[in-house]
Structures are given as C-alpha cells and as structure tokens.
C-alpha cells in the first residue's frame, strides 16, 4: 500500500475549556514521538513511549496507544482506544489526528476480518478527510474499498487447533517455500509467503476445486509487475496438516498474471499473511518442518510488528535498531536508501560504488548501489554475518522508503528453527 504523504507537524489536541487541573502534554516529548510514527519508526515508538508516556495528556496518550496496539498486532485494543477518544466529548480532536484515528480503525478491521465495518470506515474517510488524501492514496482507498465491499457479508476467517499441529514445507525449483494445502479430497503445493498481504488463487483452479467466485473487479500487482484486475474467492474449509482454515479470502488472478513462463513456473496460488498470523505462532525448522502449538508460548522481544498487513521486524546494526520488511519469499536481505543514509560515509569509505543488474517475469532492469560483505546484524537474541547484501542508494520503483530494508534467508538459513510469535510481536532464531 501506498504510504500516504502528509507533512510532519505536531497534534493539537484542546481539551473543554474550564478545567484548569486538565494535563498538559510536554511539547518535546509530543514532536518526538508524533517524528517517529510519521516516520514508520514503530520499534523506538513504542520504547520511547512507555518511557514518557506520563508527560502527556490523556488525549495524547490514548492517541499513541492507539497507534503502538495496531502496529503491534492488537487491533481490538487498539480499536477500543479509538473509540474512547472519538466518544470523549472533552477531547477536541482536529481532522489531521481524526484522519489518522480513522486510518488505524480501518487497519484493525482489516485485520480482525470485519470487513463491513472496514467499507463502512473507508467510506468516512473518503466522505470526510478528502482534503487530507492525496490522490494516489485516494485511488488506492476506491480501489480497496470493492474488496471490503464484497466481503461484508462474509463470516469472519477461523483457525481450528485441537491440538499441536506439524506439517512439511518444500523449496519448490525457484528455492521458495510451499506447503501441500487440502480443499477436501482435492490436495494442491501453495506457496507459504508471510510477505503476502492476502491469499492467492489462480483462476483456473477456482473452478476445478467448485469455489464460489466473487466478481469484486479491483485491482492488483500481479507477478508481472502490471496492474490486472482481480476477483475474490472464499473457501468455505481448507486444511494444512491438521489445522483447519475456514473462511480464508483469496484474490482470485488469472492463470497468466500468478505465473512465469520465462522459467517455467506455475505456482497455483499463496497462502498469505491472513492466515499464517492467524496460527498466533509457528516454528520452521532447518529439515523444512512447521510446529504450530496449540497454545502459544509468551514473549517478550516485542520486535515484530506490522505495516498495514505487512510484517516488519527490528534489526539491531551497530547498537541502533533499524527495521526491515519481514519476507520468507525473499531468498537474499537487500538494504533500502535509508540505510545508506544513514551510514553514507561509513559506506563510502568502505565500499565501492557499481552497477547491479536483478530480473523478474516483468523484465530485467539495472540499479546503482554498493555491495556490502560482512553485514552484521542481530535479531532478538540471535546474530549472524550476512556476507554480500546488496544496497540501493536510490528508492525503490521511485516510491520511498522509510525502512531500512527487505529481511531474507539468508539470515535465516543460518539457524535450526526460526519462531515468529504473531500473538506475542516477537520473532526469535535458535
């Protein structure tokens, strides 16, 4: 999703007037903390927010709840600060802090499945913060909207665990993850991609498997790069091993727009973010096995998040906590401008400037960076040498970014088990 562009500034919020024991926020503390949630920055947020969080006000603090609860994967507590603070008729709230309130709600009943009420808050955004929308952003909200829409009669998505729970994952001949996924007697490979925001399906196996087909006509990015349209699928009842998934929305692609022809591959379709988050935990092992317990072990890294339906997840270099795109997709770490940023002298110094050259089903094209050798990096408790990472010194699609870059195997094919805690916002290597 695009990210919306809106100039930093401080919140105002006024309380009713007349109450002279009413709390203050200290100004400093506000522009530090509203600096790092309008730059993405969740991880120092949180900590520095619990550290001060007793010298702001009541309208402040429910407001950076709010924020952190979302970004830390607690969408309902999350939505119960929100609504506080919209029912609190002390609370003088102006359409910069409502917008932003509105965006998170939106979020959280994405992420809880209500997706009635997620049309229903799109359409108050659209309705009421235009002014504040640019139209890229706005685009993307009409876009998203048909998806909301045509769900919102649709029961929430459930994961059944009766017990604990394992089952194999394969590397299939372009070295990604998939699992064997069962649609009643029908058992078909899907690829296993936390770095996908929604389940996929292509078009052809909708029909062979007798899914209902929603026509939603939305648009998305398919494998090619190119904006296609797209429709939805809900399967009534899928199963991974002993797990059973019901209600699992999937965007429903045309065979030619999930596949790559240029290397001959297929994939039938992915298991995304949706429902992996929903296991609340899972363990892969080194020989491609996946635990899922059925009651989840408490942690406390707090180094997992999300960005929108995005995961993200700290990354600590050089005693500074920088924050990466979170992919098991992604078979290489890759470091975005803003680590060159950052570090752009000891860069320099180091490292020679060259040409690389990346390809995909979409084409082939060239980008000017470094290669860094010997990156060091530190995850929870675990750290591990990365020995050729390559860094872009200029954005992305000319889209920028404000995270650090794009966490990879390679990091994690180093370690015997990796644990990503969805319930707890940890992610953890042994």
């Not at 790069?225 to 692609?253: P, R, T, W, Y």
Request: aromatic content about 12%.
């Amino acid at each position: 999703m695009k990210k919306q562009l809106i100039a930093i500034m401080s919140i105002v919020l006024l309380f009713g007037c007349g109450n002279p024991e009413t709390k203050v926020s200290n100004q400093n503390v506000l522009n530090e903390l509203e600096q790092l949630a309008e730059t993405q920055d969740y991880f120092k947020l949180k900590k520095n927010y619990e550290a001060k969080n007793n010298q702001l006000s009541e309208a402040h603090s429910l407001y950076f709840s709010a924020i952190i609860s979302k970004v830390f994967n607690k969408p309902e507590i999350s939505n119960s600060a929100i609504n506080h603070s919209l029912a609190n008729e002390n609370f003088n709230l102006n359409d910069t802090l409502l917008n932003k309130l509105y965006r998170a709600k939106l979020q959280n009943h994405i992420n809880l499945y209500e997706y009635g009420e997620a049309a229903s808050t799109s359409t108050y955004i659209q309705n009421h913060f235009q002014s504040l929308i640019d139209s890229a952003d706005l685009e993307m909200l009409q876009n998203e909207i048909k998806i909301w829409r045509a769900l919102s009669d649709i029961p929430k998505q459930q994961i059944i665990k009766n017990s604990d729970c394992t089952f194999p994952m394969y590397r299939d001949k372009v070295g990604l993850f998939n699992v064997d996924v069962s649609f009643g007697d029908s058992t078909k490979n899907f690829l296993f991609d936390t770095g996908a925001n929604f389940s996929a399906i292509k078009r052809s196996l909708v029909e062979q498997l007798g899914l209902t087909l929603i026509e939603a006509d939305f648009y998305v990015t398919a494998a090619t790069g190119a904006q296609v349209k797209s429709d939805i699928a809900v399967v009534d009842e899928l199963k991974m091993g002993d797990i059973i998934c019901k209600n699992v929305v999937c965007l429903v692609l045309n065979d030619e727009d999930i596949s790559f022809p240029q290397i001959d591959y297929y994939p039938n379709g992915i298991i995304g973010f949706p429902v992996i988050e929903a296991m609340d935990e899972i363990r892969i092992s080194k020989d491609n096995q996946i635990f899922v317990p059925q009651n989840p072990v408490e942690y406390s890294f707090n180094n997992f998040a999300l960005d929108g339906l995005m995961p993200i997840l700290a990354c600590e270099y050089e005693g500074d906590t920088l924050s990466f795109h979170f992919d098991t997709g992604a078979t290489k770490t890759s470091i975005y401008p803003r680590f060159y940023n950052d570090y752009q002298s000891e860069i320099e110094k180091n490292y020679e400037k060259k040409s690389f050259k990346a390809g995909s089903a979409g084409g082939e094209y060239h980008f000017d960076g470094y290669e860094i050798t010997d990156l060091h990096l530190k995850v929870a408790d675990s750290e591990a040498i990365l020995e050729k990472v390559n860094l872009h010194t200029e954005n992305i699609g000319g889209e920028e970014s404000n995270f650090h870059g794009n966490f990879g195997q390679d990091y994690i094919k180093q370690f015997d088990e990796m644990i990503i805690s969805f319930k707890y916002s940890s992610l953890l290597f042994k």
